[in-house]
């Protein structure tokens, strides 16, 4: 099993982004909209797990904050929009924060697995 969901390729392209990246920069603030709901949005992730997925979009908040600091009208979307999303996908998955890398900015991968695994 790889160590790392992206190839080595996207985990270096990734890592370049987390150490130029300034202060004040999000990605997951300033990246381009697919689809958007009132209080969140899907965007294209820039890093995806490409060893496994053919499709990796990030559902984000509209508004940067992590998971503690989510409403309760933010949490009623979410649990909308995973209804709405529940064909569009394989999986919706949040990393725990042992594994979380953007921490100060909530956020839930909606991927499809590959069809055949590297």
């Not at 820039?46 to 989510?70: A, C, F, M, N, W």
């Not at 979307?77 to 890398?101: A, G």
Request: contains cysteine.
């Amino acid at each position: 099993m790889p160590q790392n969901l992206r190839t080595p390729e996207t985990e270096a392209h990734y890592q370049s982004y987390l150490e130029h990246k300034q202060k004040g920069d999000c990605y997951l603030c300033t990246g381009s909209t697919l689809r958007e709901f009132q209080l969140w949005r899907i965007l294209q992730n820039q890093y995806p797990y490409d060893r496994i997925v053919k499709t990796h979009h990030l559902i984000v908040l509209k508004r940067h904050t992590d998971e503690s600091g989510l409403t309760v009208p933010e949490y009623n979307e979410l649990y909308d929009i995973k209804s709405v999303l529940k064909n569009d996908y394989d999986m919706l998955l949040e990393n725990t924060l042992k594994r979380k890398s953007i921490r100060e900015h909530f956020h839930i991968h909606a991927i499809e697995v590959a069809d055949v695994l590297p």
